[in-house]
């Protein structure tokens, strides 16, 4: 009888021990599983403030894009017309720059959130914010040789040469735009 206590204690022991190992197991798993959901839920809401970012920067860049065109056809007709002088071409002499942003994606890099992201996702964004950089890194080049162009132009108002190089910043600053625009539109496609 002192043999079926022991036995019945043991098996009783046993079944607690069990019981306890899975409830912990169990926790352990709802735990990893809650912080997994968190985890997605960062990325999300990463995912959806790049997105805002990206299709306020597309904006500013377009915009962009099409007042450095008018001004581009204003100075090509100015030149054309052999009518440089400073009162014709001064309303094309303007550099629209576009503001970008791309704290959402610093932000995103920071947080580590990235490495739960797709990792077609993550191409597509590094590369448009590459390509947004040199954009960027363009404009402030051309906004550092404004004035000196400006002020070049307005001394000797006949010299085309000065004139075809501020057209040329113009339409190399469009170009990269253009890329941007391009990267843009694609991420923005994905991301239905």
Known sequence: MAEETFSARWSKTGFEIVGIVFAVLLALWLEGWREDVELQQRVDDHLARIHAEITENRSGVQSSIISHRAFIEGLDAALDGGQIEMKVIAPYLIVEGGSTSDAAWRSAQMSQTIGQMPLATIGTLASLYDTQAYYADY????????????????ADPNNHVLIKKFRQHLAITNSLAEQALERYDTFLKSAQ
Request: hydrophobic content about 45%; proline content about 0%.
């Open 139 to 154: 404009l402030n080049f051309f906004f550092q040789r404004y004035v000196d162009l400006t002020t070049e132009i307005e």
